[in-house]
T-cell receptor, first 117, second 112 residues
Framework: GAVVSQHPSWVICKSGTSVKIECRSLDFQATTMFWYRQFPKQSLMLMAT?????????EQGVEKDKFLINHASLTLSTLTVTSAHPEDSSFYIC?????????????FGPGTRLTVL | DAKTTQPTSMDCAEGRAANLPCNHS???????VYWYRQIHSQGPQYIIH???NNETNEMASLIITEDRKSSTLILPHATLRDTAVYYCIVRGGTGTASKLTFGTGTRLQVTL
């Protein structure tokens, strides 16, 4: 199957700093990527849809000025958590769809664990 | 997208078949049933999907009822490595922008 990577796999930062997380499709191109957030013992919550060459689409309740998304190429999307606070500590996961016949499979990255002190 | 209902947790003995049910009574005609699983602290892994016919791949089988209101994921010979949270997702559309909405899933514990 297709491979999606994320970097870094984990990061610890101080409150008030910004953190950038990269999501790459390694063996395919993705005009669309998705960013999810998962708190402990909870399910994945979609944050935003990243669109190559255009603005991201954010889900209701997600602050677009706090979670900056850039999809500058067909293989890379970045999520920047600006002015991070402890409540932003979470597991961030990206995914990218791959066409397969009449439907699409989504392949997920391994996730990035963010801890804000 | 249609909402799904899954049991919170299930246990299965290693080597036995694990049958994970999912109800999706409001599914519409063009919506697919997808199954993903998430092993602890990893990204979700695609397992299988189907529209109305039963499907089988190297990982699992998917049985969809004739009225499409429910489905069952079958892991034929569960191993300890199959311990994970399994998500049943119903999704419409075939475009790349068709997002996945995750419910609470079923936590499958495979035991010796």
């Amino acid at each position: 199957g297709a491979v999606v990577s994320q970097h870094p796999s984990w990061v610890i930062c101080k409150s008030g700093t910004s953190v950038k997380i990269e999501c790459r499709s390694l063996d395919f191109q993705a005009t669309t990527m998705f960013w999810y957030r998962q708190f402990p013992k909870q399910s994945l919550m979609l944050m935003a849809t990243s669109n190559e060459g255009s603005k991201a689409t954010y889900e209701q309740g997600v602050e677009k000025d706090k979670f900056l998304i850039n999809h500058a190429s067909l293989t890379l999307s970045t999520l920047t958590v600006t002015s991070a606070h402890p409540e932003d500590s979470s597991f961030y996961i990206c995914s990218a769809p791959v066409a397969g016949g009449t439907s699409f499979e989504q392949f997920f990255g391994p996730g990035t664990r963010l801890t804000v002190l | 997208d249609a909402k799904t209902t899954q049991p919170t947790s299930m246990d299965c003995a290693e080597g036995r078949a694990a049958n994970l049910p999912c109800n999706h009574s409001t599914i519409s005609g063009n919506e697919y049933v997808y199954w993903y699983r998430q092993i602890h602290s990893q990204g979700p892994q695609y397992i299988i999907h189907g529209l109305k016919n039963n499907e089988t791949n190297e990982m699992a089988s998917l049985i969809i009822t004739e009225d499409r209101k429910s489905s069952t994921l079958i892991l034929p010979h569960a191993t300890l490595r199959d311990t994970a949270v399994y998500y049943c997702i119903v999704r419409g559309g075939t475009g790349t922008a068709s997002k996945l909405t995750f419910g609470t899933g079923t936590r499958l514990q495979v035991t010796l």
